[in-house]
């Protein structure tokens, strides 16, 4: 299909065919103020498209992949009657199981009654996927903290100072703003979540900043923590 030869001309090895790509990608989502003229079984399998795009992460920027999910919320925030609701419709059901990576639009998308009595399915399988997300999340919260005060207690009282050592140089800037921190908070856990570090790596790096004498660490621990 379509989508299938998509994936083929992004994964291509020819910068031409990734070329092609992306601007077949760009094209078809410039004529998204059009979408209405269509007639009702060309939109409707626009929308499948459209949707099979978001699922598949065929949308080679963020920017474009936003637009796109603004695009999907304008249309399922139409009254059903009108066409681009079940352009909408048809989106979200192909792109249903990727939704709880984007909580803010899942959220909008949850409090609209007429999308839950179009697509109940997708109504469920959104929420399902969010509380299976909040629920690792908690459980890896858990098992880290638990992780920790199990090395704290086998450690001696001050840390091998190699460790110190590495989490000075990552933190040579002393004045960076508290988005600074919180991107860095965030890319300790981004690499667990992603099995580039494993946990007891992670609980040996975080009794590091925690320790440190430098301010900087002390904060991006406890930004970690009440994450």
């Not at 603004?70 to 792109?95: H, N, S, V, W």
């Not at 909008?108 to 299976?132: G, H, Y």
Request: hydrophobic content about 35%; charged content about 20%.
């Amino acid at each position: 299909g379509l989508v299938h030869r998509l994936q083929a001309l992004r994964q291509s090895s020819q910068p031409r065919d990734r070329q092609v790509f992306e601007a077949a990608i760009h094209m078809f989502c410039g004529k998204y103020s059009f979408f209405p003229k269509y007639p009702d079984k060309e939109l409707r399998i626009t929308g499948v498209l459209f949707g099979s795009l978001i699922q598949n992460s065929l949308l080679p920027t963020n920017e474009l992949l936003e637009t796109a999910l603004r695009y999907l919320c304008d249309a399922l925030r139409q009254p059903p009657t009108e066409k681009m609701f079940g352009f909408g419709i048809c989106a979200l059901e192909q792109a249903k199981w990727r939704m709880h990576e984007f909580p803010q639009q899942s959220a909008q998308i949850l409090q609209l009654p007429s999308v839950a009595q179009a697509s109940p399915s997708s109504i469920e399988t959104i929420r399902a996927s969010l509380a299976a997300q909040q629920h690792q999340q908690e459980t890896w919260q858990q098992e880290t903290w638990q992780q920790q005060q199990a090395w704290q207690q086998q450690q001696p009282a001050s840390l091998d100072e190699s460790v110190l050592a590495t989490s000075s140089v990552a933190s040579q800037n002393l004045d960076m703003d508290a988005g600074d921190i919180d991107k860095e908070a965030n890319s300790h856990l981004q690499r667990v979540y992603a099995e580039q570090e494993t946990i007891p790596g992670l609980v040996h790096r975080l009794q590091a900043l925690r320790q440190s004498s430098q301010p900087r660490d002390r904060r991006v621990f406890e930004r970690v923590i009440h994450n």
